[in-house]
């Protein structure tokens, strides 16, 4: 089945020029880009986006990275999209990300590590991730030949 998924070229992709890249690569894979905002996330937006982890130890150094400069905000549109997109993506520590992997060729360490997209064990959150970052009107639907 079709679905939406949220994806996020951080700062660190950003700054190295890897934007481009990591479009690239899930276009050519059949997913449908159906909305994307370069944008600077607010301190507030960075709180919600990663309420989940705000206990965790690393919640602070987490939020100044993503504040740390201008993000690719995007929504993705294909079957099963947020598990798909997750498997290019590879693992979060891209020192375990397989070879062939967004994190696996791209990633530094667990903070600089390319890329987000919405946990697919996580049923809604792409959903939620989406309505963060988008308001409906700024999400597109057409037809892709291939
Ligand atoms: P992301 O998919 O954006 O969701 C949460 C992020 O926390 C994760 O990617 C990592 O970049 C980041 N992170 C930073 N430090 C850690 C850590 N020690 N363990 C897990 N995730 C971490």
New binding site residues.
Partial sequence: HDERTFVMA?PDAVQRGLTGEIVSRLETRGLKLAGAKFMQISEELAHEH?AE?ED?P?FD??VEFITSGPVLAMVWEGADATRQVRQMMGA?DPAEAAPGTIRGDFGLD??Q?II??SDHEDPGANEREIDLFFDDEELVSYERAD
């Fill in positions: 951080k990663y982890h965790k690393f150094d987490l979060t667990l903070s590590n987000h997209g």
